[in-house]
T-cell receptor, first 114, second 112 residues
């Protein structure tokens, strides 16, 4: 069975500081990996996804994530936080095969302090 | 492009009432799913479908029914609403394989 763990349900950073949101997964086979962002009262939109072409994945709004198989991690980073980055972030894995289900972490709420 | 469309956006029900949440996608995706989002619990899968005529249960299926008569539509039925079903519901669709899920804007349901 797949599972996703996001360490830290709330993260606060100062504007201009590094953003680091952690995601670890458990999977018996290499999964597909995703980060989504949810702004207040909106649906989820894709930030980036791991396609196995490169371990460092660049997404929208300056975010990137690095797939580390040895650590079963897919942490999300952004060098310099902006006020508009304040949102809820979800890490997700998708199991290849017939079920194709998505499994989501419990989310990390990012606060950006001016 | 419409993408995934959910209706209604807001709904208040009395305990015991039934209702259907509508979900439609125009991307010809095989895979559709329903999630509920509750504070501190992330998104939990209710039911999913891998194609027309095929549905299966997710993590929290009790109290909900689904059907998939067409590729485009995947309605979620609450049989007898309970306060524990107060939540935000999201419908999502995707192709199979290494592709992302596309989400609707959500339905905020309150059961009183």
């Amino acid at each position: 069975a797949q599972s996703v763990t996001q360490l830290g349900s709330h993260v606060s950073v100062s504007e201009g500081a590094l953003v680091l949101l952690r995601c670890n997964y458990s999977s018996s086979v290499p999964p597909y990996l995703f980060w989504y962002v949810q702004y207040p009262n909106q649906g989820l939109q894709l930030l980036l996804k791991y396609t196995s072409a490169a371990t460092l994945v660049k997404g929208i709004n300056g975010f990137e994530a690095e797939f580390k198989k040895s650590e079963t991690s897919f942490h999300l980073t952004k060098p310099s936080a902006h006020m508009s980055d304040a949102a809820e972030y979800f890490c997700a894995v998708r199991s290849p095969g017939t079920s194709n289900q998505f499994y989501f972490g419990t989310g990390t709420s990012l606060t950006v302090i001016p | 492009n419409a993408g995934v469309t959910q209706t209604p956006k807001f709904q208040v029900l009395k305990t015991g009432q039934s209702m259907t949440l509508q979900c439609a996608q125009d991307m010809n995706h095989e895979y559709m799913s329903w999630y509920r989002q509750d504070p501190g619990m992330g998104l939990r899968l209710i039911h999913y479908s891998v194609g027309a005529g095929i549905t299966d249960q997710g993590e929290v299926p009790n109290g909900y029914n689904v059907s998939r008569s067409t590729t485009e539509d995947f309605p979620l039925r609450l049989l007898s609403a309970a306060p524990s079903q107060t939540s935000v519901y999201f419908c999502a669709s995707s192709s199979v394989g290494n592709t992302e899920a596309f989400f609707g804007q959500g339905t905020r349901l309150t059961v009183v």
